[in-house]
């Protein structure tokens, strides 16, 4: 199963960036999704940042498996979780 955020809507609003995340995280894993797709948009680059720094987060990096920036769109990043 895969599940995608846009962050797009609300790209200035922090706090309702920080929910989001957590919001679709805590959904990969309440379902037991395989990959959640991220798009912060490419716009200067700062919401692509934040949206890492929150992934590299030592307790929300121990939900995960690992990231991949997407090659061709670099306005997107894709999350892979793996369950036993």
Not at 15 to 20: H, S, V, Y
Not at 40 to 50: C, D, F
């Given at each position: 199963?895969?599940?995608?955020?846009?962050?797009?809507?609300?790209?200035?609003?922090?706090?309702?960036?920080?929910?989001?995340?957590?919001?679709?995280?805590?959904?990969?894993?309440r379902v037991k999704a395989t990959e959640v797709e991220i798009i912060p948009g490419k716009g200067s680059g700062q919401l692509k940042k934040k949206?890492?720094?929150?992934?590299?987060?030592?307790?929300?990096?121990?939900?995960?498996?690992?990231?991949?920036?997407?090659?061709?769109?670099?306005?997107?990043?894709?999350?892979?979780?793996?369950?036993?």
């Amino acid at each position: 199963m895969k599940l995608k955020l846009d962050l797009h809507d609300i790209y200035n609003k922090g706090d309702q960036i920080d929910r989001a995340l957590h919001g679709i995280i805590q959904e990969a894993i309440r379902v037991k999704a395989t990959e959640v797709e991220i798009i912060p948009g490419k716009g200067s680059g700062q919401l692509k940042k934040k949206v890492l720094r929150f992934l590299d987060q030592k307790e929300i990096k121990a939900l995960y498996h690992r990231i991949d920036k997407d090659a061709k769109n670099h306005g997107r990043l894709f999350v892979y979780f793996r369950w036993k």
